[in-house]
C-alpha cells in the first residue's frame, strides 16, 4: 500500500445516485413470508422484490387502499 494516493484526477461516481440506501423497515411477518415464496419463483431475493414491487407503485403513483379496523 502506497502512503498517499493522488485522487485529483479521480472523477465522479456516475453511478453514485442510482445506488441503494440500507433502511430499517418494520414489515408484518405474513407479508415478509409472502415476498420470499414469490421471491423464489423469480430466483431474486425477496429484499429486491419488495424494492421492484415498490418502485412500480411508485411509477405509476398508486396510492394504497387503507382500511382501518372499526373502533370497538
Known amino acids: 500500500m502506497k502512503k498517499?494516493?493522488?485522487?485529483?484526477?479521480s472523477i465522479?461516481?456516475?453511478?453514485?445516485e442510482k445506488l441503494k440506501k440500507?433502511?430499517?423497515?418494520?414489515?408484518?411477518?405474513?407479508?415478509i413470508e409472502y415476498f420470499k415464496k414469490l421471491a423464489k419463483d423469480y430466483?431474486?431475493?425477496?429484499?429486491?422484490l419488495i424494492n421492484f414491487f415498490?418502485?412500480?407503485c411508485m411509477e405509476?403513483?398508486?396510492k394504497p387502499t387503507i382500511k382501518?379496523?372499526?373502533?370497538a
Do not use: M
Not at 4 to 9: A, L, T, V
Not at 22 to 31: A, G, H, M, N, S
Open 68 to 71: 382501518w379496523p372499526k373502533a
Open 22 to 31: 440500507q433502511i430499517t423497515i418494520r414489515l408484518d411477518e405474513p407479508v
Open 54 to 56: 415498490l418502485r412500480s
Open 43 to 48: 430466483h431474486i431475493s425477496y429484499q429486491n
Open 60 to 62: 405509476e403513483k398508486r
Open 12 to 16: 465522479k461516481n456516475p453511478y453514485a
Open 4 to 9: 498517499e494516493y493522488d485522487f485529483s484526477k
